[in-house]
């Protein structure tokens, strides 16, 4: 079993030669030192150490995984150490602030490294993957006094954190969330009740475990509005005499750890708050505002989680498919053997070439999104900050989505080159496939993703913020074909077609894979509209149809992606242009297919319309 | 975790009122008996044996699952007394011929069988699973004196069979396996070699185990035509003193048991022959062909399989969402309380629906093939009989592929609805979804079901055998139309226009689904034609075309099949319109979508054809 390899220079080649993330970063003060050396020696740095440090925990993650007894969780076999070679080289605070320790890079580093570590030990990754929501959480919300003591702690990963949201009877809905805060005489609260689903709520990587919880204060209004956010430590600070360095353990029980599909690497706790002590982050009732601060972010980082489990997945497919001889391939494809590499083979170049499209065409969507978050925060311009804000609105929903069923189903498909092999665990190809199911649910359903994306963000402006990001695209289109017309020579890929739509018909006049793009963005705002106005009449067309909503707009946006990739020089190499076509020939199609059931809902909708209000 | 519970009305209602089996099948001598009680009450037996028996055992498959210790496998606890009851009931006879102790009775209902008994527990059904194939192999290929050691005994279940087909290097590609041959002077021979991914190749169920092997005397050619069939038992016959019922344990070593992504109740054993005596069955180097007489029904074994395990996560699906109360449902859809069974959420609503529709649609195929493989068998007209062994031939992969792709996708989007409660053990539902993955691999891949499907049945004959097949189901649709148009009275479904291609269009004339099933079988017709056309110009666009086209015949089929059951008296209930129109808004779209992809391919293929010969 072959560990994963970080593609460093894919991940360079789509983020400054694709996206030009350097021209886009570098000139917001934040980010001055940011040059493309920089940027490629943190990128070249991550995956040495991603490389060296963490894929090779792999198969321990899995088995024996985490084991819990008398309380207390025992991480697999070196993930300990890899954790404190993590933290003490400073990768958790790559991107937090300089003031709180942080080294102030763009989030869009953090993003690719994540992306790597989640490749490489998805398990082992969950643990510093939930530090970044609380640093961002206390950051903005919590008092100086939990600052003081928390959050450098935080951003370093020294210790690390959760987020305790989720009760038996409260999932999606956290307002039915139980959990009872009892004010205290000097502040405090006393947190009670039972949390489920924490990830990383107990274990031995570091000292102190910082977990925000969730919970409800007395007369506090039922629903979310009366959710409260807590702080409350596995060890509480030291008091007068107690050692600086040993402070009390709280009344933070776990349970027990669940027994799950994949992901055996990270605990999955059962909490027990018995009149913990934890002190309020934030106004009374605002606990989910609270947390909206570092959804973007966090939501980004499960679709990152997706984009690597597949990547990870068909390295090992393509690995695999170069090696395995089986059956002479069909007409020029054979070699001259009794049997050729199954790589060979149509059917298995077909599931490589159409997952490799994904990756890279999510990717290139992902990373674009990192840069948004990183102008959101700090680019100068307001009407930029805005413009980022609403990309990251928008997009964040779909990529999480998407990413994360393409993480997952992708995965499932490379399972499918290794034949019996793949479904045995010798080859790590089935873990990664049950360790990527998990992704499409948490942070999120993907689900409530697309009520997200459909009924809070683009229904309540009429379209508005979905037709702004588009034509921002388009704009940035022509502005690429000027910049090209005016040095064809630099840009041979243009030539190619990769992304000419129907390969049977006139030859091109060299615009027509641009066109392709613009027409989808075009039908993409034309459903909008009926989505808009269709939704005026109904209270649960936009629930039925949001769904196929953020696929139609996924797929529209992983066109321009692999406009914008096919476009680039260097991209003309087989090792682009091959995927190019499946993303052309078997992946774009789908387009219509979505279009086609939206528009089909609308006309239903329509249709019955009339005749209800003749009853009336 | 609640048990699965065999739907015995579903499948009544499909067989006997939308297929009308019996009207095809009790007018064969074979099967002169069989009228509408005796398949009722065979289907109602099956279904409690299922339920009361195999359903219980279905967790311990899971944990602990098989154990391998010293070369002795255990099963699970409880396998061994269900196995016993299960062949001193006669089940395994169920189809088998009266002369070999069977019951007679059609293969359709052994198909049903095997359905409810993956459905209930995948792994304790691998092992009765396979004897099916070994019989037909042995009645059809063995020697009289093999016949009378074991064919009754495999016939009746006493004794479970394998079939050891792969080695490390030969999967997909068993013309490239090894096992040695050697004859010796009394006609037997000696075996030796390795054997891999052998289900039940060893067991605690049945007193002694047959073994099919394929292996290659000594001179033999290389690649598929030097390999020929040998039967090796476990317990080799006793001879001259020794008791009747203790032979000597034969050289066949189990050296060890998979560990899997699931499946975990049935041993997958690696076999090592160690000149282990065996008997050749059938012609030399004809081995590969022996095993042909049984391909189409264990194909049509797995194709059940995948639906078994999809209505078995669906049950668990649709009573959890039953249950579980999460937030109000938009619109006319909520209720009075805080939160809203999660069934009444339009996201929930449409999964279930969905893979309702996909459940139904694909048992009227597989059913129907099941009936032809009967007619296969048993017509008395040599064309009937022909014409049923091309339905199967063209069929049997279509479904093989089709059941069991959406076996595991459909379980994954099952498992969704659970939300994180879906990824933990407890629900038993993870359980299904890593049990469904591997019916897409064995027994032949999706992949070369595929190739099979247009490569060797489609384009050897020009696309004949398939246009014969949709003109058949033309003529049984005008048939049904007629019949429809003399009683008007008994057909209501007809006039909800269950499949009605644009619910926004105008009022429906009454044909309009009709048209639309018929539209796609032309369609079809033509694609077909062009992919014979382009083949002849290409070595490799079939290989290229294969998994679309495999899909493109599966859903004109389905469509079919839809309409066959919204046609049927009964089927205007919610039960049955709910996911008609589920398989109408979302499934059947996708014909188009393969369509266009197939369209573009042959394209292709004619535009770049002129230039390559221009260069000869």
Redesign the interface.
Known sequence: MDDYRPPVDDHRFLLLDVLHARESLQPLPAFAEADAELLTQVLEEAGRFVGEVVAPLQAAGDHPGCRFEDGRVATPPGFADAYRAFWQAGWPSLSCAPEDGGQGLPWVLEGVLYEMLSAANHGWTMAPGLLHGAYECLKHHGSEELKQRYLAKIASGEWLATMCL?EPH????L??ARTQALPQADGSHRLRGTK??ISGGEHDLTDNIVHLVLAREPGAP??PKGLSLFLAPKFLPPTLGERPDAGTRNAVVCERI????G?HGSP?CVLRFDDAIGWRVGEPGRGLNAMFVMMNAARLHVALQGIGLLDAAWQKADAYAQERT??RA????RGTG??DPIAS????R?ILDTERAWVDGLRVLAYRTGVELDLARHAQEPSRRASAQQWCGLLTPVLKAVCTEQG??GA?RC??VF????????WGI?QI??DA??P???EG???IQ??DLLVRKVLVDGGEGMFAVLAGLEGEMRASAAAERAHPHLHPAKRQMPFRE????PPPEGEGETEAVLARFAELREITKELVAAAAL???L???A??DYLRAVALALFGWAWWTIARTPGADAPRWSQPAAAAR??IL??F??RL??LR?????L??TVPPRLSVA
């Open positions: 989720t409260a999932g999606s809905d307002g039915l489920i689903f039922p629903g669940e027994e799950k599909m992901l999955t089986q059956m069909p007409g020029a494809l009794a049997a083979h149509p059917a298995v077909r997952f189903g499932s399972l499918q034949g019996g092999h793949g479904y045995v665990r010798e089935e496939v049950r199911r998990v499409m649910i948490y359903t993907n689900e697309a009520i129907d390969p049977g018909g109904s209270d649960t936009a629930y039925e949001a769904d020939l078997r199609p789908e219509d297919l086609g059931i089909t809902q609308c006309a239903a329509r249709n």
